[in-house]
């Protein structure tokens, strides 16, 4: 496996909002790229990272040394585009390996105009953001570090930006994968309908509910309960999605109007969203839970399960409310990854059960969650 010829690149920089500067060469498309410095510590699955809204305005950092080693193939974006301002890695290949690849890393990064830095010293980097902190900073290549920093402090700063508003569709559409039949029931009745509230969700989480026998619908964020509720769902869930949930005031009053009418999942965002609902506040992590490997201990179950994290908020349970539980903690910082509300059909997770990339030993919670909502015909036809 080669890497990416470096003697044909430009000399690029990495410039941090504090003055750490790291040198690498230029791969991806020309021009600058802005935004904050994070890291995800998967072993693969750069595709699917690269287009999760959920790293919208943020230069995403491969802590695993060689990315595009297996290229890019047409089914593994997870959203309408690759939602990373910009791609930081040690190396990058020029011959990847795989039946299904039909591109390099590199040529997909320059087709959609996404500028990375190759090259980088990217432990350096990392040790750098954990005690740090993550920050701003900028790719460049025609730039000296004085001039990337004046340029990056005009920049607005991550935190004050509702990023949900780029990434949620504008139109409710329904979602179809021409590789996935919907099994309709034996009996003639429709299929179970769920409605997902779009703030930024990932294709797999509609592929899942889909597998499990339910038509899709993908509403835009600001949709009122009244609207989703009159799609006549079966249930709702509350999607991932980028940035800060305190910015979310109209999801929260959207949610409001949910619980009690319908059963309800909320994921990573949507979790927070909830969380806040509930009485619970939310703060910003010093790094992020952002990688394959994170252990999450169930409270109800006793059981670990390594989950894919992809988050820079978490909430505070401190204040919930007293009929809500804390079901599900991380192992490493006890940070709190799950919430079950002890008498609505209501449950969140902080991570992503639909995984890609990463483990699937949470997918079964998408059973759980058309359990519930297979079981709510009570609630549904009381409306």
């Not at 301002?85 to 959609?112: A, I, N």
């Not at 409270?299 to 989950?307: K, L, P, Q, S, W």
Request: proline content about 6%; aromatic content about 6%; glycine content about 10%.
């Amino acid at each position: 496996m080669s890497p990416l010829s470096t003697t044909s690149r430009p000399r690029a920089l990495l410039v941090l909002a504090d003055g750490r500067a790291f040198e690498g060469v230029g791969v991806g498309a020309d021009g600058h790229a802005t935004g904050e410095v994070v890291f995800n510590t998967s072993m693969s699955g750069y595709q699917e990272a690269l287009t999760d809204p959920s790293y919208r305005g943020q230069i995403l950092t491969a802590t695993f040394p060689l990315q595009g080693n297996y290229g890019v193939d047409e089914f593994s974006d997870e959203s309408r585009e690759v939602q990373v301002r910009g791609f930081v890695v040690r190396e990058m290949t020029d011959l990847p390996s795989h039946w299904r690849s039909r591109s390099t890393l590199h040529q997909y990064l320059s087709e959609r105009g996404i500028p990375a830095i190759a090259e980088v010293d990217t432990r350096a980097l990392t040790r750098h953001l954990r005690s740090r902190g993550v920050v701003m900073g900028t790719i460049t290549r025609d730039e000296t570090v004085e001039e990337a920093l004046a340029r990056l402090r005009r920049a607005p700063d991550y935190a004050g930006i509702d990023y949900v508003a780029e990434v949620s569709t504008n139109e409710p559409y329904q979602f179809r994968d021409p590789r996935i039949a919907l099994d309709l029931p034996e009996d003639g009745s429709p299929p179970l309908h769920i409605v997902v509230l779009d703030l930024g969700v990932k294709r797999n989480i509609m592929r899942l509910l889909r597998q499990r026998g339910a038509a899709v619908t993908a509403v835009p964020h600001n949709t009122t309960a009244e609207d989703i509720l009159s799609l006549r769902p079966d249930g709702v869930l509350l999607s991932p999605g980028p940035g800060d949930p305190m910015l979310l005031d109209h999801v929260v009053q959207t949610a409001r109007g949910l619980i009690g009418r319908a059963p309800v999942m909320g994921i990573c965002l949507g979790h927070q969203v909830i969380g806040r609902l509930l009485g619970a506040d939310s703060y910003k992590l010093k790094f992020g839970h952002r990688g394959a490997n994170h252990p999450v201990r169930d409270e109800i179950a006793g059981r670990v399960y390594i989950t894919a994290q992809n988050h820079g908020f978490a909430v505070d349970g401190d204040r919930l409310a007293s009929d809500v539980l804390v079901s599900q903690v991380h192992l490493n910082d006890g940070t709190v990854e799950g919430l079950q509300h002890r008498t609505e059909p209501v449950f969140t997770i902080q991570y992503h059960a639909e995984a890609s990339p990463g483990p699937n030993d949470t997918e079964f919670l998408f059973d759980r969650f058309m359990s519930s909502v297979r079981s709510g015909d009570a609630v549904r036809h009381a409306r």
